[in-house]
């Protein structure tokens, strides 16, 4: 066996994505979470993370993945992982909301909102408060299906995932 058969080539530097996501999941994989509960755990992490009153989710995250007894470090990293998205499905809520109530446009202004919620907090609920039940309103209806698909997505891959990891760290004969 010569010597640069023996030297392996270097591989290539870990990705952004690699080194905060994947290996964290990977990692709680090989700590004894299941692949069904680690799915269940992004599933729903990732649901109430898009829950459309700004400022709750890490609070209705933490409340929920004790109730569920989910792996509370990997629903938080779901949560602030979504929170680019957030405010997108906030609009999305709103406005489905809307359909479904059948009523009319709110316009926002954040300023005006901004000032209202500071100032006035009976006034912004009195002008926003049935805004927020109509969002809430669609997620609630669109939350079920979403957490069934992205678990039932989700599931096989990180199954794969773990028996991909038992066949690496079983001694080969």
């Known amino acids: 066996m010569s010597l640069a058969s023996s030297i392996t080539p270097a591989s290539p530097p870990r990705t952004f994505w690699q080194r905060r996501v994947r290996d964290p999941l990977v990692a709680q994989l090989t700590q004894g979470i299941t692949p069904e509960k ?18 709750t989710t890490t609070f209705l995250c933490f409340i929920v993945g004790i109730a569920l007894r989910l792996n509370q470090p990997i629903i938080q990293l779901i949560n602030q992982a ?9 609009y999305g809520c709103v406005r489905l909301g809307e359909i479904i109530f059948r009523v009319p446009h709110v316009s926002f202004h954040l300023k005006r909102m901004n000032e209202l919620f500071w100032h006035s907090p009976s006034k912004f609920l009195h002008d926003y408060g049935a805004t927020a039940f109509y969002a809430i309103t669609a997620w609630a209806l669109l939350t079920p299906f979403y957490i069934a698909l992205v678990y039932f997505i989700l599931r096989p891959i990180f199954r794969e995932i773990k028996q991909l990891k038992t066949q690496v ?4 004969a």
């Open 82 to 90: 979504f929170w680019p998205i957030h405010v997108a499905t906030i």
């Open 38 to 55: 680690l799915a269940l755990t992004v599933a729903v992490g990732s649901a109430i993370a898009l829950f459309p009153i700004l400022g």
């Open 169 to 172: 760290a079983r001694p080969t």
